[in-house]
């Protein structure tokens, strides 16, 4: 009695089909991801809806007028000879006593301004230290850092 020979099996039968359709449906994820990044929202674009030019989003509310915005207050410190030169706002200040003087004013006026501290790469920790806990100390809520060289004065 002759045994039944199996049938031969081709490469290409044995599931290796699924191999390319697999790195096509890798490489259009791939595609697809990447043309999305940094797209622009639709809804945030303004059109123009029946001869008006009002936005397309009509569920923002329109700004209150009467809304306090609060202003962003620059501290600048810069080295001088042999201390410091500190501005508030692009106005010199005669020292740190004076600094604090005008923000404890501004803090009884408006707890909730900005502070921007922009200090110059050459200046000593101490005297940056002594101006954050000053604004700490007086509970400003957002005391933010500038990044990059001061304006230097004419």
């Known amino acids: 009695m002759k045994i039944p020979r199996r049938p031969k099996h081709l490469g290409s039968q044995d599931g290796d089909t699924m191999t390319p359709m697999i790195d096509v449906v890798f490489l259009l994820l791939v595609f697809f991801i990447c043309a999305s990044v940094g797209g622009t929202a639709d809804r945030l674009l303004p059109a123009e809806l029946k001869g008006t030019t009002e936005a397309a989003d009509p569920q923002e509310p329109a700004e209150d007028p009467d809304e306090w915005q609060h202003p962003a207050i620059q501290i600048r410190i810069e080295p001088e000879q042999d201390s410091v030169a500190i501005f508030l ?3 010199r200040l005669a020292g740190p006593d004076m600094l604090q003087d005008r923000l404890q004013r501004l803090a009884a006026v408006d707890p909730e301004s900005r502070i921007i501290l922009n200090i110059h790469d050459d200046v ?17 809520p957002n005391i933010s850092f500038a990044v990059g060289k001061p304006a230097t004065n004419p």
């Open 124 to 140: 000593r920790v101490q005297p940056f230290i002594d101006v954050y806990d000053l604004c700490q100390s007086l509970q400003f």
């Open 89 to 91: 706002d692009e106005q």
